[in-house]
């Protein structure tokens, strides 16, 4: 009966936490933006086949997933969107690989804190938060990597078309000579539009399938610039040129921003890590005083009122320095 105040609390506090997040976030300029590429793609790619090729590709990938896959599968609520995330990756990674390893995490945080001597109920749900947010934190940061990546070449890789254009070869040409001359994510993408078109595919389906895994704007900028050329004609390596230079300028324009928001970035940090860091050390130093925090219900108290202040600022400092660019 001791636990439920504290777990009652805890539920209040992260219910409070996600409302003051939704209403801070307001409309999604990403959203909006992703909407209309959408209806603007709709004109542009036949409904019908793209339809029948996802089916085919999801039977395709149903077949070879494995058991450990298929179980950790029903287990998520939304196991395709993590599925996407883990190709946008470029690793090997399954689906059934990432759930072993957040399990693992869980498991092993929270039987180290057992047998430290910490309280149960703060054990299992450190674990839990380790076990859920780690792994999620590496797919992340790996897919921004990569994406930064493939955004930093992709206005080279552009012009290196544009000139092949010029010169006379066919755009699927110079989509294979990028795929084979340009290293990085920006190579293997454009490779495997290229392997996609040899079995089969049109061009403008391959293209929006890599956009779509890939999820950046910079690129599907580029695949919608192709596909209205090839429907309303033009030049297509002018076209392609002004959007090289006007991914530069987007780029320099992120670079700026970025550096002005860095300090305001940097107090964001210090104040969401150092609490957790005086805690760690105060805990190492003087225990006894510190398990008062999970048995003291004043304490209990001020120390979730403490964790609810604290998102808001870090929430409201995000709003800050967020530009939709």
């Known amino acids: 009966m001791e636990l439920m105040p504290f777990i009652m609390l805890v539920g209040g506090a992260v219910t409070i936490v996600l409302l003051l997040a939704f209403a801070f976030a307001g409309p999604s300029p990403k959203r909006a933006q992703a909407r209309r590429l959408t209806g603007l793609r709709a004109r542009h790619v036949n409904g019908g086949e793209v339809m029948v090729e996802e089916q085919m590709m999801r039977r395709i990938s149903a ?177 392609l040129a002004n959007l090289a230079n006007v991914l530069r300028q987007r780029a320099q324009m992120k670079l700026k921003i970025k550096a002005m928001s860095s300090e305001a970035k940097a107090s964001a940090y210090i104040i969401g890590v150092l609490p957790f860091f005086v805690f760690g050390i105060i805990w190492i130093v003087s225990r006894g005083y510190m398990e008062k925090f999970f048995t003291d219900e004043r304490l209990m108290i001020a120390g979730v009122g403490g964790l609810c202040w604290m998102a808001i600022g870090v929430m409201v400092m995000a709003k800050m320095i967020s530009f939709e660019i």
């Open 63 to 239: 077949a070879r997933g494995t058991k450990v896959d298929g179980l950790v599968a029903r287990l998520l609520p939304r196991p395709a969107l993590l599925k996407k995330r883990l190709s946008m990756t470029g690793k090997t990674w399954t689906v059934g690989q990432y759930g072993m390893v957040t399990a693992g995490i869980a498991i092993i945080a929270t039987m180290g804190l057992i047998i430290q001597g910490a309280p149960l109920l703060f054990s299992l749900l450190f674990g839990l938060l380790l076990g859920a947010g780690l792994p999620h934190l590496v797919v992340g940061r790996t897919i921004k990597r990569r994406v930064n990546q493939f955004t930093v070449k992709l206005p080279d890789a552009i012009e290196l078309l544009v000139r092949g254009l010029r010169s006379g070869l066919p755009i699927t040409e110079t989509i294979a000579v990028v795929g084979s001359e340009v290293d990085g994510p920006i190579g293997v993408e454009f490779r495997a539009v290229t392997d996609k078109m040899r079995i089969g595919r049109t061009m403008d389906v391959a293209l929006q399938e890599t956009a779509d895994r890939l999820g950046t704007p910079e690129f599907q900028f580029f695949v919608i610039s192709i596909a209205i050329q090839r429907e309303t004609g033009g030049n297509l390596a002018e076209t």
